[in-house]
């Protein structure tokens, strides 16, 4: 899907606004699961999350392409919207950005403290969505998606860096929201010519991803009520789901106890805060240890971004 070539350009506009994450082999996360664990630390980015990738790599690209742009728009559960935010304001552009109604506060607050005009619109991410397509027609602004070419050009970049840096992985886990994390993953894998099997991560109370894998075509759910919120998609992605298909091995399914165990692992094993999504990798892998035994395994730790109240409530136990 995208060349080397492409994902360094991308990886240099990256560059330009963030150094590259960490990965490390936690020796306790090893002990745990019985194989070798290398964590991908995309929780250590701007925006505590890997979309700021996709985020400036579009802006960037997007400007030169209309340098008068009058602004844009897009929907999120809160990382997407970040990573807008901080890009629009990095590119002089003025962002509006759609979140369901109860949305997570503190993902909110860093939005509009990335300078985006926040509107609260629809009962979850579908719906908010739509509601943003809606907006963007009405004030002439350029609507951004949650998938596209130049976004998983961007996030591609982390798993480059990964690959680069870790020994020969037998398998990825990666959470699934609309597929550009796990997309930039097999764009990645590809490009380097490895043999690294990529594995997605769907939360069972949002399973649209895994349902659409299994019947080869996309199946929509009608709901998607997960505690992690950046799984928390009822309708797939078509182009995404056509990469997912070619290059995925497999979709697992975790459910919020699996996530919430996960987070706590997270904690106690290597003192990291992760928000729902961002414990979904290493949920898969912990629920199939048994078959990862004595590998080298890595996980993608997508994000930390999570409310008080609720990270409070995975530590205690659910």
Known sequence: ???????????????????????????????????EVWVKHENHTPIGAFKVRGGLVFMDRLKQREPRLKGVASATRGNHGQSIA?????????????????????????????????????????????????????????????????????VSSYALELFRAAPPLDTVYVPIGLGS?????????????????????????????ALSFAAGRVVATNSANTMADGMAVRGPDAEALDVILKGADRIVQVSDAEV????????????????????GALAALMQERDLMKGKKVGVILSGGNIDKPVYLRALAGG
């Open 1 to 35: 899907m995208l060349s080397l070539s492409e994902i360094e350009n991308a990886a240099a506009i990256v560059y330009a606004a963030m150094p590259p994450t960490a990965q490390y082999a936690w020796p306790l996360l090893a002990r745990r699961t019985g194989c």
């Open 86 to 154: 901080l890009a629009a304001a990095r590119n002089g552009i003025a962002a509006t950005i759609v979140v369901p109604e109860g949305n997570s506060v503190e993902k909110n607050a860093a939005m509009r403290a990335f300078g985006a005009e926040l509107i609260e619109a629809g009962h979850d991410f579908d719906a908010a969505r739509e509601a943003a397509i809606r907006l963007a027609g009405e004030r002439g602004l350029a609507m951004v998606p949650s998938f596209h070419r130049d976004l998983v050009a961007g």
């Open 181 to 209: 994390g796990l997309c930039g993953v097999i764009a990645a894998r590809d490009a380097l010519g490895l043999k690294t099997k990529v594995v997605g991560v769907v939360s069972t109370e949002a399973p649209a991803y």
């Open 260 to 279: 919430m165990e996960a987070m706590r692992v997270y904690y106690s094993d290597t003192h990291q805060i992760t928000e729902g999504a961002g414990a």
